[in-house]
């Protein structure tokens, strides 16, 4: 059983920054890619980043140059730095990792107001 848990989301203005935490727990052999996935009411979820074992990043176009993502040194977390944050951005954010299956945190809300 793996447990992700989420944390760092909230209300920020336009242009503001927030760092989202996902900590992964429980029976874990090694993750291979972590990242971050968002999802607005009645719109599908979509990937914003991501981020293997061996450090390559992969972004959705609308926030390169914003976002970053990366992983601590244990492997099993993974943070997303947001800067420049737009109203559009406003999403529940959602923590994911791949082993043999996907794992999936139950979410934070990010509200960025204009």
């Known amino acids: 059983q793996v447990q992700l848990v989420e944390s760092g989301g909230g209300l920020v203005q336009a242009g503001g920054s927030l760092r989202l935490s996902c900590a992964a727990s429980?029976?874990?052999?090694?993750?291979?890619?972590m990242g971050w996935y968002r999802q607005v009411s009645g719109k599908q979820r979509e990937l914003v980043a991501n981020i293997t074992i061996g450090g390559i990043t992969n972004y959705v176009d609308s926030v390169k140059g914003r976002f970053t993502i990366s992983r601590g040194n244990a492997k099993n977390t993974v943070y997303l730095q947001m800067n420049s944050l737009k109203p559009e951005d406003t999403a529940v954010y959602y923590c994911n990792a791949k082993m043999t299956f996907d794992y999936w945190g139950k979410g934070t809300l990010v509200t960025v107001s204009s």
């Open positions: 429980g029976t874990i052999f090694s993750i291979n890619t």
